[in-house]
């Protein structure tokens, strides 16, 4: 069967992204075949087109969809041909009308999710899930910083935070997407734009600051979130929406207090089917109890993900955004 998709033969801005046509084979005896229907864009995507994480050329982009099963591998036995399914992790290449997929990253969806709302919160709702409760486990007690609070994982993480009673700080650049972020759960915001975050956090713990940060920002954030620090806290660098973090002297650490640093990522997390499905049940379960709600703020269609990017890449956007597919 043919298929429309996005490649990129060269890394560099927007416009190294083509979409093209080519014909997808039959899965093969571990995969299942996915007519896709909507398509999450991260910064993960990124990183990959302007060349900050490696991969060899030509290639696709994007690692989070939802779709229908189209065909079944032989040795697959949790999914059949018509299975409303989604994944958050997969090879590179998810921005396509039609892929094979390794069965091990896909899972049916529930009932309530939509298509565009499994697009949109398979990868950022279980890196919500795993920075929570298996990256540093929230108690339920504790006064937290995490930046960029109005994005597609921070509005996630605004929500999950106050079912869990955590009082969650978030660092946003403008007052509309403070109002966002508090309206989601957010306890309290700071306008990096105009406040300086490191006062505000020490006014607003009364001088005890954060026993952990949450940041997908990297460069421009990295030394502002240890000076947010308590004594032995830790700093969870999850995201390089800024730029990389580079040429770090662990005696800042010592420092500044005896910090822990962490680097995590999604894939050790959910590294066996039953690891996926318990962190997916948690996070279908907030879905399901309504204490999390799936906010899509932009769509976009194959043709037009390159002012996806841009939106994305400038800050403009706020929730998630997806591809959509007819």
Not at 79 to 99: F, M, N
Not at 261 to 277: F, I, Q, W
């Amino acid at each position: 069967m043919s298929s429309r998709k996005v490649e990129i033969s060269e890394h560099g801005d927007v416009g190294v992204m083509k979409v093209i046509t080519e014909e997808v084979g039959a899965p093969a005896d571990n995969e299942v075949q996915i007519v896709q229907k909507a398509i999450g864009l991260n910064f993960i995507d990124i990183y990959y087109r302007t060349g900050l994480y490696a991969q060899p050329l030509p290639h696709g982009l994007g690692f989070e969809a939802a779709g229908i099963v189209e065909a079944v591998g032989s040795r697959v036995t949790h999914l059949k041909k018509g299975d409303r399914v989604a994944y958050g992790q997969s090879p590179i290449g998810a921005y396509a009308e039609l892929r094979n997929v390794p069965a091990v990253n896909v899972l049916k969806i529930p009932d309530f999710l939509s298509f565009d709302e499994a697009a949109a919160v398979m990868l950022k709702g279980l890196t919500v899930q795993y920075l929570f409760r298996q990256t540093y486990r929230l108690q339920g007690h504790e006064t937290i910083l995490f930046h960029a609070a109005a994005g597609g994982v921070g509005l996630i993480a605004c929500q999950w935070a106050r079912a869990l009673g955590v009082k969650l700080i978030g660092t946003v650049s403008s007052p509309e997407k403070s109002d966002i972020a508090l309206a989601h759960g957010a306890w309290a915001t700071i306008d990096y734009s105009k406040e300086d975050v490191v006062e505000r956090v020490l006014s607003l713990t009364n001088g005890k600051k954060v026993p952990v940060v949450y940041d997908g920002v990297g460069k421009d954030t990295w030394e502002r979130s240890l000076d947010c620090l308590q004594p032995r806290g830790l700093m969870v660098s999850f995201g390089n929406a800024s730029g990389a973090v580079t040429g770090v002297n662990l005696g800042i650490l010592a420092s500044k207090g005896a910090l822990y640093v962490t680097r995590p990522t999604l894939g050790p997390h959910v590294d066996t089917a039953e690891k996926l499905k318990a962190a997916s049940d948690e996070l279908f379960d907030m879905i399901r109890s309504k204490k999390i709600k799936v906010q899509i703020d932009q769509r976009y269609s194959l043709e037009d993900v390159g002012e996806a990017h841009q939106a994305l890449a400038s800050r403009k956007t706020t929730g998630a955004t997806v591809i959509t597919l007819d």
